[in-house]
């Protein structure tokens, strides 16, 4: 909601793309972003919050630790892959 990349879009770019008298469609589309990005966000502060009682569980915090430090060691190795 705060990116100046969509702050630049729906300054810029969107008002030269629209009719004239299409003032309300302008705004209907800065309405739909603002509510598209409070639910995706809202999504993902409940769905984080429903997970915080399984992650401070020791086997799953290890399990979370090492499969992330798996899927960064074969990205690493992937980029390394790609560049030779």
């Known amino acids: 909601m705060f990116n ?5 879009v ?13 003032s309300w469609e302008f705004l209907a589309l800065g309405l739909f972003h603002v509510l598209a990005v409070l639910l995706c966000h809202g ?5 984080t919050g429903s997970l915080t009682e ?9 399990f979370l630790f090492q499969g992330t430090g ?5 990205f ?3 980029l390394l892959l790609q560049t030779h």
């Open 4 to 8: 100046p990349l969509m702050a630049g």
């Open 10 to 22: 729906f300054l810029i770019v969107l008002p030269s793309s629209l009719k004239a008298s299409a």
């Open 43 to 47: 999504v993902w502060v409940v769905w």
């Open 76 to 78: 690493v190795v992937w």
């Open 54 to 62: 399984l992650f401070q569980r020791p086997r799953a915090r290890r």
């Open 70 to 74: 798996i899927l960064s060691m074969g």
